[in-house]
């Protein structure tokens, strides 16, 4: 792996099933982040982790969560899909030190029917 | 509130200058990015201001005025693989990525 990968590449869900996106970064870096971006919209954080064994809640995370059982893996987790979570998902991460730039992985195309 | 504004679509023709400009209102700052995204594409990393002044990478240049609260992506020579979507974005006292909502860029033979 080089950089950070996400899967599944694209997904139709129907309302009301419980999906995970997966998440994986090869770069050790301390920070994560997951990201929606919709159309108009600037990217939107939905929960963000700073280190292993901790996460926070970011700008819109009513409906999902997350977990960071170690430094590679980052979860995002939608108990039960509605139409308003059709959107597309971005992970990101960066090290905390420095410039604190993020990288990003491909993304994950989520409609909910 | 936290704000950050950037235009929404700009044209601009192949060989030429384009400036993007960036104004913003946040929380705290701790810096001001430039990302570039290419249609269907993951955001990619171009520029980082944390201090005034002008930043150089070849053919991008990326301007802060702190005071200000503005900043502006100059791309010059264009060419026609620079047509994408430039995201400003700051980092506020937490180190959070606020987003603009993205500049969408055309270029023209």
């Known amino acids: 792996i080089a950089g950070i990968t996400q899967a599944p590449t694209s997904q139709i869900l129907a309302a009301g099933r419980r999906m995970t996106l997966r998440c994986t970064q090869d770069?050790?870096?301390?920070?994560m982040y997951w990201y929606r971006q919709d159309l108009g919209l600037g990217l939107r954080l939905i929960h963000y982790?700073?280190?292993?064994?901790?996460?926070g809640k970011g700008e819109v995370p009513d409906g999902y969560s997350v977990s960071r059982a170690n430094t590679d893996d980052f979860p995002l987790t939608l108990a039960s899909a509605v139409p308003s979570q059709t959107s597309v998902y971005f992970c990101?991460?960066?090290?905390?030190?420095?410039?604190?730039?993020?990288?990003f992985g491909p993304g994950t195309r989520l409609t909910v029917l | 509130g936290q704000n950050i504004d950037q235009p929404t679509e700009m044209t601009a023709t192949e060989g030429a200058i384009v400036q993007i400009n960036c104004t913003y209102q946040?929380?705290?700052?701790?810096?001001l990015f430039w990302y570039q995204q290419h249609a269907g594409e993951a955001p990619t990393f171009l520029s980082y201001?944390?201090l005034d002044g002008l930043e150089e990478k070849g053919r991008f240049s990326s301007f802060h005025s702190r005071s200000k609260g503005y900043s502006y992506l100059l791309l010059k020579e264009l060419q026609m693989k620079d047509s994408a979507s430039y995201l400003c974005?700051?980092?506020?006292?937490?180190?959070?990525?606020?987003w603009g909502a993205g500049t969408k860029l055309i270029i023209k033979p």
């Open positions: 946040t929380s705290g700052f701790n810096g």
């Open positions: 201001n944390v």
């Open positions: 974005a700051v980092a506020d006292s937490n180190y959070q990525l606020i």
């Open positions: 982790s700073n280190t292993a064994g901790t996460t």
């Open positions: 990101a991460s960066s090290d905390l030190e420095g410039g604190r730039e993020q990288f």
């Open positions: 770069m050790r870096h301390n920070a």
